[in-house]
């Protein structure tokens, strides 16, 4: 759970094995999605998927931030 604004919000760090990765996701008290950043272990590449028009921007700021950080295989693991 993260605080940011005055809203919290749930964190969820997952594995989705069909698209071969990891995500970061952020959902409002109702345990809705409103964002995700996904890491492809296939290609390394990150991408960033917002569910909602208006999302706050230190949300989205501290999404993409915190995704680099846990999802990104660290120098010196094999990646």
Known sequence: MIEILG??????????IQRDGMYLEVEDNAKVALAEVFYSDRDNSMTFTGYRADL???????LIAHAK??????????G
């Open 7 to 16: 809203q919290s919000y749930g964190v969820t760090v997952g594995s989705d």
């Open 56 to 62: 706050p921007l230190p949300l989205v700021e501290w």
């Open 69 to 78: 950080e846990r999802l990104t295989p660290a120098s010196g693991n094999g």
